[in-house]
T-cell receptor, first 112, second 113 residues
Framework: SQTIHQWPATLVQPVGSPLSLECTVEGTSNPNLYWYRQAAGRGLQLLFYSVGIGQISSEVPQNLSASRPQDRQFILSSKKLLLSDSGFYLC???????????FGPGTRLTVT | AQSVTQPDIHITVSEGASLELRCNYSYGATPYLFWYVQSPGQGLQLLLKYFSGDTLVQGIKGFEAEFKRSQSSFNLRKPSVHWSDAAEYFCAVGDNYGQNFVFGPGTRLSVLP
């Protein structure tokens, strides 16, 4: 199975500041990678997914962007954070014959 | 595109009681179905999955789920709930290509001592 690493665990950023969240995967190669956002008490919203290096699909128009510079690295970024960007961000990896997704521990982002 | 509904937003059960969490899906082909559990402030952990074969699948922590094609359902069950089972539970459906996952809104489970 895969192990998904995310950091930082928590982050407090002012409005208008940049953002960079990193996710790395171990235990597999060429995984599908996903970024989700979970607002307080809500379900998961898929933000981006990637099937390979440099291949990013966006599900929701927003203030965020994603990049995949290496096979097992997935980065979520923003140039200027908004208050509405606050939430719990989860990275997941999946793919292969089993298709299930494995989740990282998440990053709690608070924009003040 | 697939979709998932979880009719119960919040369920409260007493410790030792049985549990059933409902999940209904919509997908044109045979779905890949999953149940995940999330403790507060944590990532999601896979409980069990269904791809094909036996419609009753066993998972970790004593959970099981039954796939019923005629009802488009994949309900999660546990015969005796423990206080540590209190968490948020998500049902998910994946397409045949392993790229598109859709999660339900989740059911929050509270357990009374």
């Amino acid at each position: 199975s895969q192990t998904i690493h995310q950091w930082p665990a928590t982050l407090v950023q002012p409005v208008g500041s940049p953002l960079s969240l990193e996710c790395t995967v171990e235990g597999t190669s060429n995984p599908n990678l996903y970024w989700y956002r979970q607002a307080a008490g809500r379900g998961l919203q898929l933000l981006f997914y990637s099937v390979g290096i440099g291949q990013i699909s966006s599900e929701v128009p927003q203030n965020l962007s994603a990049s995949r510079p290496q096979d097992r690295q997935f980065i979520l970024s923003s140039k200027k954070l908004l208050l509405s960007d606050s939430g719990f961000y989860l990275c997941a990896g999946g793919g292969g014959a089993a298709y299930e997704q494995y989740f990282g521990p998440g990053t709690r982002l608070t924009v003040t | 595109a697939q979709s998932v509904t979880q009719p119960d937003i919040h369920i409260t059960v007493s410790e030792g009681a049985s549990l059933e969490l409902r999940c209904n899906y919509s997908y044109g082909a045979t779905p890949y179905l999953f149940w995940y559990v999330q403790s507060p402030g944590q990532g999601l952990q896979l409980l069990l999955k269904y791809f094909s074969g036996d419609t009753l699948v066993q998972g970790i922590k004593g959970f099981e789920a039954e796939f019923k094609r005629s009802q488009s359902s994949f309900n999660l069950r546990k015969p005796s709930v423990h206080w540590s089972d209190a968490a948020e539970y998500f049902c998910a459906v994946g397409d045949n290509y392993g790229q598109n996952f859709v999660f339900g809104p989740g059911t929050r489970l509270s357990v009374l001592p």
